[in-house]
C-alpha cells in the first residue's frame, strides 16, 4: 500500500512540475511574469489601470472583465500574447511577447489569464 | 644612438600627455568608491536574470556606461541628476495598485551631487567601462534618413510611445511611464548602443521589460536615427510649462 501511494505522489509530483501553474518550471512564475511584462499596461490587479495607461488611445484590456474576456478564445490570446495586438485585429499597442517569453510561458500566461477572469474561453 | 634618444623622448613626451587623462580616470573610479556608488549601480557586469534580482536592483547598470551614454550628459547629471524613468529603476518597486490607474509613489532621484571637477573626472571613469562586444560605427550621426517612415514605425507599429515618454512638439511630453524618457535621448545616449539596444533589449538587460521584434537592419537604423533626433532638454520642458 505504502508503496503504491510513494509511486502515486512521484507520478503526480512529476505531472505537477510539468503542467502546474505556479511552479517555477519556466524559470518564473506565470503571476511573476504577469507584474513584470504585463502590469505596466494591464496593471497590478489586471484591471487594465497600468501605469501607462494615461496616454494611451485604446485603453489596455481588462484582464478582470469576465464576460468581455469569455468572449475570447484562448487561442486568441495566445496569439495576441506571443504577436501582439495586430495579430488578432486589436491595436499595436499590445506588443508581441514571443521574443521575450518562451512558448511554455505564454500558454502559462493564457492559464494565468483565465485565473484573473474566473472564465474560460468560447 | 641618435634615433633611440630621439624615440625614447617621444615615448616620454606622450605619456606625459596622456598622463592627466589617465589621473582623471583613476580619480574618477576614486569618486566613485568614496560615494559608494555600487550601493545602488551595478558596477562588475552582474546581470539581472531572474525576476528576483531585477527587483532588488535600485538603480541602473553601469558596468556598460561607456557605450550606452554621452560623456557630456553624464558630466551635468553627476552635478545634477535629472528623473530618466517617472516610475523609477523598475516601475514594480514604486508602483501600487489604483482604481482608474495604478500610482506611482515617489521614486528616489539618483543621490550624487558630485563637484564640477569631480563629475568630469568620474564621466571619464565612466566612459572607460564600455562592452568591448557591441559593435560601433554603425550609427552615423546627421545622416539622411526618412523620418516620416521612422515616425510610423514608432507611433503606430511600434507604439514605442506607449511606455516612453516623448516630445510631441513645442515641449509637449506625452507616452508611457515604466521605460526611460526618450524625448531626451539624443542628448543622453550613444547612437551604437541605442542601436545595438532596441534589436535584442534581453541582451543588455535580460528581464528587460521590452519586448523583442525582429524587423529588417535598415528599420532599427532607421528608428536609432529619428531617437537620436530627440533632443528635448529639462530646460526646455520647464520652459513650455
Known amino acids: 500500500m505504502i508503496k503504491k501511494i510513494i509511486i502515486l505522489s512521484a507520478i503526480l509530483s512529476i505531472f505537477m512540475a510539468f503542467t502546474g501553474r505556479s511552479t517555477d518550471v519556466f524559470g518564473e512564475t506565470s503571476g511573476d511574469n504577469y507584474k513584470l511584462y504585463c502590469a505596466q499596461c494591464h496593471g497590478l490587479k489586471g484591471n487594465g489601470s497600468g501605469i501607462n495607461k494615461g496616454d494611451m488611445s485604446v485603453a489596455p484590456k481588462n484582464h478582470t472583465d469576465t464576460i468581455e474576456m469569455s468572449r475570447l ?3 486568441d490570446l495566445y496569439e495576441a500574447i506571443a504577436h501582439g495586438g495586430v495579430a488578432v485585429g486589436k491595436s499595436a499597442l ?3 511577447w514571443n521574443g521575450v517569453m518562451t512558448d511554455a510561458e505564454i500558454r502559462e500566461m493564457v492559464a494565468y489569464l483565465r485565473d484573473l477572469c474566473h472564465c474560460k474561453g468560447e | 644612438m641618435k634615433i633611440v634618444k630621439t624615440s625614447l623622448l617621444m615615448t616620454l613626451f606622450s605619456l606625459w600627455l596622456t598622463a592627466p587623462q589617465i589621473s582623471m580616470a583613476a580619480d574618477g573610479k576614486t569618486v566613485i568608491e568614496q560615494n559608494r556608488c555600487a550601493g545602488c549601480h551595478e558596477m562588475n557586469g552582474g546581470k539581472a536574470r531572474t525576476i528576483a534580482e531585477v527587483l532588488s536592483k535600485k538603480a541602473p547598470d553601469l558596468f556598460y556606461a561607456g557605450s550606452k551614454f554621452q560623456e557630456k550628459f553624464l558630466t551635468e547629471f553627476l552635478q545634477r541628476p535629472v528623473r530618466i524613468r517617472p516610475a523609477g529603476t523598475v516601475f514594480l518597486n514604486y508602483t501600487a495598485p489604483g482604481t482608474e490607474i495604478d500610482q506611482i509613489q515617489e521614486p528616489p532621484l539618483c543621490a550624487s551631487r558630485l563637484s564640477g571637477e569631480e563629475a568630469v573626472a568620474t564621466a571619464q571613469y565612466l566612459m572607460t567601462l564600455k562592452d568591448p562586444d557591441m559593435p560601433t560605427g554603425l550609427y552615423k550621426p546627421g545622416a539622411e534618413f526618412a ?34 524618457t526618450l524625448y531626451d535621448a539624443g542628448n543622453r545616449l550613444n547612437g551604437d548602443w541605442v542601436l545595438s539596444y532596441i534589436k535584442d533589449p534581453q541582451h543588455w538587460d535580460p528581464k528587460a521589460w521590452m519586448p523583442k ?18 533632443k528635448t532638454s529639462g530646460e526646455m520642458r520647464k520652459a513650455e510649462k
Not at chain 2, 521584434?213 to 530627440?230: C, S, V
Request: glycine residues 8%; positive net charge.
Open chain 1, 94 to 96: 499590445m506588443p508581441p
Open chain 1, 73 to 75: 478564445k484562448d487561442t
Open chain 2, 213 to 230: 521584434r525582429e524587423l529588417p537592419d535598415n528599420t532599427w537604423q532607421l528608428l536609432t536615427n529619428f531617437l537620436m533626433t530627440m
Open chain 2, 147 to 180: 523620418k516620416a517612415n521612422a515616425k510610423m514605425i514608432f507611433y503606430k507599429s511600434g507604439a514605442c510611445n506607449a511606455c516612453h515618454q516623448v516630445d510631441m512638439g513645442n515641449g509637449d511630453i506625452k507616452g508611457g511611464v515604466s521605460a526611460p
